[in-house]
């Protein structure tokens, strides 16, 4: 039960669990039946001698509601530890739902590149709460300085310079200073007495000089640089095709500030990646798959809620044409909002799940059954919502429109948009990962399902509505 790449830590290091496969499950259940019990004492005294790599790898394989349980339970400098070996989009997943206290004691006891990258993980109104407490640690306060997803926000602080007087000699001794300290020396930046970048070097430059020769010899002093507010994605624009182990950022002066390193460019690809992929399936960027059924309504409702009153004016249109047809021509004009609005629900759905399988960042503890009765809950609060603001602009549309049994069109067509955006959420959460495991592109795949089975069980849910509620 290897947790790869659970704590895959801020150097990178791998871990290989000195828990067996059966003594990591056996404890699992163990931990379980505590939480279940309400006994953290217990709990505790399971894995009284753990390493905080093993917790780390227990804990992930863990359901993500009991993981923070029992996260809670640890004792906080332990707690701290484990997270800070923890890949931070686990760490993510186990922070969100604490509360700014809580996280500023969480932060403070990491070491501080584990606490820039969990406090840049954090939902944006919880950030600027949080730096407010933290005061002290200065990895957090340098990062808010600058504008969310800038380079100044983003990049690492730890950085190998020289001074540009020094020779090969002397760079090569701080080099080994700053890998003894920082355990990186990839890239070297000369700067002057004012820390202003003027040059740039690899440790490999080095090799072929004399001691004694002067690092402006060797260094080269046309390169791109990266300004601490440049925007994220612009960012990685910039680094792209770069040999350099890292790159720079500076101030609106050209002094040094940090580096972008290509851990973090491959962070900023997969995260602008994630963030398009949401926003077409409109859906908010914040969307996780680990939120609740409460954040799920909250990230996705705003968008349904717009398209139905969108799709509900063009349907009173439509149907304010066709006063000669029978009486059941009205229920014609409803079909494109149902369907509309199941599309959206079963995109939402299908864009978080696709997601999460591009980025690899699925809870190994969470299980397929356990995501899909949140995604169930969520979607039947969404389509109770829509299904009520529905039958009531039908109430309002029938003071203008010659509508004949309103109260029977507003039951069967709320009901409609109930039943069949729940579906259309089930099957959008469901059919990229039964896709993936048969070894289709999601991607490229999913829409495909979500429009057929809207097409068909749609319309025959609809219909069957119809027959129950309005006839």
Known sequence: MSQRPANEGNSGSRHVSSRSSGEMEASIEEVLRCIHADDPASANTVVEDWSPEDLADLIVHMPLTHARTFLDWLPKQKASRVLADMHWNYRAAL??????????????AMPPEAALETFRSLPKRMRGRVARLLTDLESVQNAHKYPDSTAGAIMDRRVVMVPLECTVSEAMEAIKQAFELQGTAGTVFVVDADRTLVGIFRPRD??????????????????????????????????????????????????????????????????????????????????????????IVRGRLPWLLAGLIGATIAAFIIGSFEEELEKAAILAAFIPVVMSMAGNSGLQASGVSVQVLASGSMWPGDRLATRLLRELAGALSNGAIAGIILAMLV??????????????????????????????????????????????????????????????????????????FYF
Request: proline share 5%.
């Open 206 to 295: 080095l090799m072929v000089a004399a001691p004694d020769t002067p690092i402006r010899d060797i260094m080269l002093a046309d390169f791109p640089v990266i300004h601490a507010h440049a925007r994220q994605d612009d960012v990685a624009h910039i680094t792209e095709g770069e040999g350099y182990m890292s790159l720079p950022v500076v101030d609106a002066d050209g002094r040094l500030l940090g580096r972008i390193t290509p851990k973090l460019r491959e962070r900023i690809l997969a995260e602008e990646q994630r963030k398009d992929l949401l926003r077409m399936s409109q859906v908010s960027p914040e969307a996780r798959a680990t939120d609740g059924f409460l954040q």
């Open 95 to 108: 922070s969100r739902t604490k509360s700014e206290g809580e996280l500023s004691e969480l932060l403070g």
């Open 395 to 468: 109430m309002v549309m029938s003071g203008l429109f010659d509508i004949e049994n309103a109260p029977r069109l507003a039951l069967a067509t709320s009901f409609s948009l109930m039943t069949v955006t729940t579906i259309a959420a089930l099957v959008g959460a469901s059919v990229p990962f039964g896709l993936h495991r048969f070894g289709i592109d999601p991607a490229a795949a999913t829409g495909v399902f979500i429009t057929t089975s809207n097409d068909v069980v749609g319309v025959l849910v609809y219909f069957t509505m119809a027959d129950l």
